[in-house]
T-cell receptor
């Protein structure tokens, strides 16, 4: 089983749509969780951290379910500028606090 | 303020050669990590350095080595290059060794091995 697995995608949605990304992780001792965004041929950038209580940043909502080892990202009212690859990222657990473990990424294209 | 800077941005090498990639972290950041990203995959962890000491190493062969300097900049060296080493090499800077999730990435070095 891969350490971090994401929806394979790609996702193609119209502007204004709501889109959800799902992610599971295998290491139950993982401590920190993030969503990063990566534009084509650019570096990854931190989108938001994910907390057990759930957290929201504008149109973006992230949720964490530790019991199910499941992370989600919801984007409401999609914009053209949201087109990117979304990376689910996990940190820590089993003495590996020093590294980030990335999923493969899910490509989102928002169409006019 | 300058972000994370990496050099060179692009590089073409032949099999068997050696390469050195460089990274300067954000001012005040003491932790530097290196990641390899092949096309269609997420970044894979190679090394983390904090206060000039190696804190962790990913599942990469000994051909990969790195170091961190007193000014916290870092170099990644890859010896005996293979075609499969072609990838985007990313450097990530974070404030300290315990908050690596809040990492800032450089634009990367795109290495092509022919």
């Amino acid at each position: 089983r891969k350490e971090v697995e994401q929806d394979p995608g790609p996702f193609n949605v119209p502007e204004g749509a709501t889109v959800a990304f799902n992610c599971t992780y295998s290491n139950s001792a993982s401590q920190s969780f993030f969503w990063y965004r990566q534009d084509c041929r650019k570096e990854p950038k931190l989108l938001m951290s994910v907390y057990s209580s759930g957290n929201e940043d504008g149109r973006f909502t992230a949720q964490l379910n530790r019991a199910s080892q499941y992370i989600s990202l919801l984007i409401r009212d999609s914009k053209l500028s949201d087109s990117a690859t979304y990376l689910c990222v996990v940190n820590g657990g089993g003495g590996s606090n020093y590294k980030l473990t990335f999923g493969k990424g899910t490509l989102l294209t928002v169409n006019p | 303020d300058a972000g994370v800077t990496q050099s060179p941005t692009h590089l073409i090498k032949t099999r068997g050669q050696q390469v050195t990639l460089r990274c300067s972290p954000i001012s005040g950041h003491k932790s530097v990590s290196w990641y390899q990203q092949v096309l269609g995959q997420g970044p894979q962890f190679i090394f983390q350095y904090y206060e000039k000491e190696e804190r962790g190493r990913g599942n990469f062969p000994d051909r990969f080595s790195a170091r961190q300097f007193p000014n916290y900049s870092s170099e990644l060296n890859v010896n005996a290059l293979l075609l499969g080493d072609s990838a985007l090499y990313l450097c990530a800077s974070s404030l300290d060794g315990g908050r690596v999730g809040e990492a800032f990435f450089g634009q990367g070095t795109r290495l092509t091995v022919v």
